[in-house]
């Protein structure tokens, strides 16, 4: 009777954890011209496993605590019987606390996304060595993922998984395929993952942090001082547009945030939309007619 007791409570233990993550990973194969997409569901099963089933980290995650995000890979050409090359668009969500709302922390598309995949092959990842560099760019973007997601609830909280997208790109230096490294372009990969390393823009940690567990996590009942948290969140960044205006990660920001942020201010006092959309315009000039439309309409106190 014990030992049935034991076995049942391993088991109640085992199912209250789970992987880390709840991601959505689907494959878009229609520019392919074949009449047997079968390679490509099993491509989608596969790797949708791989991704939620793998054990990223040593953090114990309940089903309703798994970061949602998803993945989307648009197989665009085919370059042999066994290599395919297109895009991946990652997204992934925060929930905020005390509400419904899924806030959008990271939204990225890659477009050097170039792969090999045999049906029935197994799926091999290690990640001391590059191998294939289908599962390299998934793990990458995983531990991005992971980094973000930890960065928003705790300073500095994404260290590891940062350092461990950066082992993965130096472990690539050498690979075939595009995106790994320094000389290609100015926003791949390796500045993904060096930036977010980097000394020079610590205010993009540390403004993921305060924005949303300082901001958006008390917005529902403390509405005033979350604004003015968010609103120094985004002041700080100023210091990374002055030194590096095309900075990569000020853009990985802003692509995730520029609507939420004008809907957070649409009700806001009016000496506070005049601060913020002049910051916004001046750090994030791509989205300048969004942030317009804050003070369009004064209808603060």
Do not use: C
């Given at each position: 009777m014990r030992i049935i007791s034991s076995i049942l409570l391993s088991l109640l233990f085992y199912e209250s954890f789970s992987q880390e993550l709840f991601c959505n990973l689907q494959v878009n194969s229609s520019q392919i011209q074949t009449s047997d997409r079968k390679v490509f569901n099993s491509l989608q099963k596969d790797l949708y496993e791989f991704v939620n089933n793998t054990k990223w980290t040593n953090a114990k995650f309940s089903n309703e605590e798994r970061i949602e995000c998803s993945i989307l890979i648009n197989v665009k050409k085919k370059i042999s019987n066994d290599e395919y090359e297109g895009s991946i668009n990652i997204q992934s969500t925060r929930p905020i606390y005390g509400t419904s709302y899924k806030s959008n922390v990271f939204n990225y598309?890659?477009?050097?996304?170039?792969?090999?995949?045999?049906?029935?092959?197994?799926?091999?990842?290690?990640?001391?060595?590059?191998?294939?560099?289908?599962?390299?760019?998934?793990?990458?973007?995983?531990?991005?993922?992971?980094?973000?997601?930890?960065?928003?609830?705790?300073?500095?909280?994404?260290?590891?998984?940062?350092?461990?997208?950066?082992?993965?790109?130096?472990?690539?230096?050498?690979?075939?395929?595009?995106?790994?490294?320094?000389?290609?372009?100015?926003?791949?990969?390796?500045?993904?993952?060096?930036?977010?390393?980097?000394?020079?823009?610590?205010?993009?940690?540390?403004?993921?942090y305060s924005y949303h567990r300082l901001g958006l996590d008390k917005l529902s009942e403390e509405p005033e001082d979350a604004r003015y948290e968010i609103t120094e969140s985004l002041e700080s960044l100023k210091s990374i547009y002055r030194e590096n205006p095309s900075a990569f990660l000020l853009k990985i920001f802003f692509d995730a945030k520029n609507e939420e942020i004008v809907k957070i201010y649409s009700e806001s006092f009016t000496n506070e939309k005049a601060r913020i959309v002049n910051t916004l315009v001046e750090i994030d000039p791509t989205n300048s007619s969004k942030y317009q439309t804050i003070t369009a309409e004064n209808r603060g106190n």
């Open positions: 598309v890659d477009n050097n996304f170039r792969f090999k995949y045999l049906e029935y092959q197994s799926i091999d990842y290690n990640p001391n060595s590059h191998g294939s560099n289908l599962t390299a760019v998934l793990a990458f973007y995983v531990n991005i993922i992971l980094g973000i997601d930890f960065s928003t609830y705790s300073e500095n909280g994404g260290y590891e998984y940062f350092n461990n997208a950066l082992k993965i790109v130096n472990n690539a230096q050498n690979a075939p395929e595009s995106g790994w490294k320094a000389f290609e372009s100015d926003r791949n990969r390796y500045w993904l993952a060096y930036d977010l390393m980097d000394s020079r823009y610590a205010n993009y940690l540390t403004a993921m």
